[in-house]
């Protein structure tokens, strides 16, 4: 794995929606859950391995993986399965996610979890992408789905 490539944790920044650049550190114990969870990953199809990590307000941390099914339709991300088991468990604040793949570049979320994301995290929420050498990007879940749809469309 790319863990020793991690330094004490990564500096990033991401746009807030009025354009001012905010300085956002990743704690290293968020990228190292996020990074661990791969080897957990069912991926007998694809063998694209996807872990995630899920931050509460308090600091608890939420591990999810992508689960195939030979029915493509049914499979999970990982960034879903971290959210589910936290709301699962009566969680409802969050603080950041940290989402890990073995990609050149950091890996994207899925349009599916990008609006699962707009349900239950604050928008100008931050989220952590990392690809395989340990390239970073931290972006807001606004800006990861802008103009999504939520309970205020209804």
Request: aromatic letters at 10%; charged letters at 20%; one cysteine or more.
């Amino acid at each position: 794995m790319f863990l020793a490539q991690l330094a004490k944790g990564i500096n990033s920044y991401f746009k807030l929606n009025e354009g001012v650049a905010k300085k956002m550190t990743v704690k290293q114990e968020w990228l190292d859950c996020a990074v661990e969870a791969l080897a957990h990953a069912y991926v007998p199809y694809s063998n694209f391995p996807v872990g995630a990590c899920l931050v509460t307000a308090d600091g608890k941390m939420y591990q999810g993986v992508n689960i195939e099914n030979a029915s493509f339709g049914l499979t999970n991300c990982a960034e879903r399965t971290a959210i589910f088991k936290a709301i699962s468990e009566d969680e409802r604040t969050f603080q950041h996610l940290v989402v890990a793949g073995n990609t050149e570049a950091p890996i994207s979320p899925c349009g599916a979890c990008r609006q699962v994301m707009a349900e239950f995290f604050d928008p100008q929420m931050p989220v952590t992408l990392v690809g395989k050498d340990g390239a970073t990007k931290t972006m807001t879940v606004e800006a990861l789905l802008p103009y999504s749809f939520t309970d205020k469309d209804f």
